[in-house]
């Protein structure tokens, strides 16, 4: 099936399967590694994306039945300036192996934006193997500080 996906501010046509993830489309397809294939069934986090702003695991949603704008870790950035959240997360060390540093900062993205009270409930879903969780909390807290309407 032919589908249509807005990623990052731009325009994307391709053909897929049915079945094909929003994950596989992005890896594969489209050529934007930012989210990671951890698990593959929605219990680490690696892939997590926006779509429509609200974070979900790209490894669980179908790519056909995306229809609003979705972003990656890529989408963030503007040109060479880091968003806040993965500047904070340079700053406070919130990363180490690096694989599941995507899907952290666009969780993290979504709770400063949402604004939730408790962060570590929040991001429950997104699971680091390097046990970096004080500097993530940390990484979030700092943005909050720096300007509470990022």
Known sequence: MDIS??????????SVE???TLLDALRERLDVTGPKKG???GQCGACTVHV??????ACLTL?????EP??????LASGDDLHPVQQAF???????????TSGQIMSAVAAVEQDVPDV??????NLCRCSAYPNIVAAVDQVRGADASV
């Open 70 to 75: 979705v972003t990656t870790v890529e989408g």
């Open 120 to 125: 570590r409930e929040f991001m429950s879903g």
């Open 63 to 67: 790519a056909a039945t995306v229809r």
């Open 90 to 100: 340079v700053d406070q060390d919130a990363l180490q192996c690096g694989f599941c």
């Open 39 to 41: 698990c593959d069934r």
């Open 18 to 20: 049915p079945g094909v």
């Open 52 to 57: 429509g702003g609200r974070p979900v695991l």
């Open 5 to 14: 996906l807005q990623i990052n501010g731009k325009s994307e046509r391709l």
